[in-house]
């Protein structure tokens, strides 16, 4: 399968601890992004990497939520001191390059957290 | 915000009759894109129109886009009961970002 895909599909935690998720774009795609997606709500932006350059984060929720692309390849989610309301979809989705504005999005699968 | 916002929020049809999904936005944009999310999983992107575009079809989708009301229609011609799902209408401006409404949950009866 050569789709996005993210890793762990679902992710049951405590409040307070520290979670990481990660997303694998799909081959050759230069930039990836980050929404979150909340009970019948649709996805919200959060941040976008062009190769390794995180070129917007003023969207990320507040300052426990962090992201890193470091080799241009795979990104990281990290999400600090969970709070119940963290509880989510956390979507990724990536593009290939253009020359122009980057169109369409391919989605992965999601990863489901649940903070008791 | 530019997000869009989809009407109706819900819909529900028989097999074989046609779906039309509504979405309108506030500024300017680039493109304007719809997605399909079936239960619990990701999103799948259907169909995109630029803005110098008014009219746009795949298979059985056609997409209408009026940039002077800032608005653009969905329509699904002889529904099918796997096309239940929430669709989603997607502004994209210069920002790089899509902006997500709250979509239109779609049920198809058999």
């Known amino acids: 399968d050569t789709g996005v895909s993210q890793d762990p599909r679902h992710k049951i935690t405590k409040r307070g601890q520290n979670v990481t998720f990660r997303c694998d774009p799909i081959?050759?795609?230069?930039?990836l992004y980050w929404y979150r997606q909340t009970l019948g709500q649709g996805p919200e932006f959060l941040t976008y990497?062009?190769?390794?350059?995180?070129?917007?984060k003023s969207r990320l929720l507040s300052d426990r939520f962090s992201a890193e692309r470091p080799k241009g390849s795979f990104s990281t989610l990290e999400i600090q001191r969970t709070e119940q309301g963290d509880s989510a979809m956390y979507l990724c989705a990536s593009s290939p390059p253009s020359l122009g504005y980057p169109e369409t999005q391919y989605f992965g699968p999601g990863t489901r957290l649940l903070v008791l | 915000s530019q997000q869009g916002e989809e009407d109706p929020q819900a819909l529900s049809i028989q097999e074989g009759e046609n779906a039309t999904m509504n979405c309108s936005y506030k500024?300017?944009?680039?493109?304007l894109q719809w997605y399909r999310q079936n239960s619990g999983r990701g999103l799948v992107h259907l169909i995109l129109?630029?803005?110098?575009?008014r009219e746009k079809h795949s298979g059985r989708l056609r997409v209408t886009l009026d940039t002077s009301k800032k608005s653009s229609s969905l329509l699904i011609t002889a529904s099918r009961a796997a096309d239940t799902a929430s669709y989603f209408c997607?502004?994209?401006?210069?920002?790089?970002?899509?902006?997500f409404g709250g979509g239109t949950r779609l049920m198809v009866k058999p």
């Open positions: 129109i630029r803005s110098n575009e």
């Open positions: 997607a502004p994209f401006n210069a920002g790089n970002m899509l902006t």
């Open positions: 081959s050759e795609h230069n930039r």
């Open positions: 500024t300017s944009i680039n493109n």
């Open positions: 990497f062009q190769n390794e350059a995180q070129l917007e």
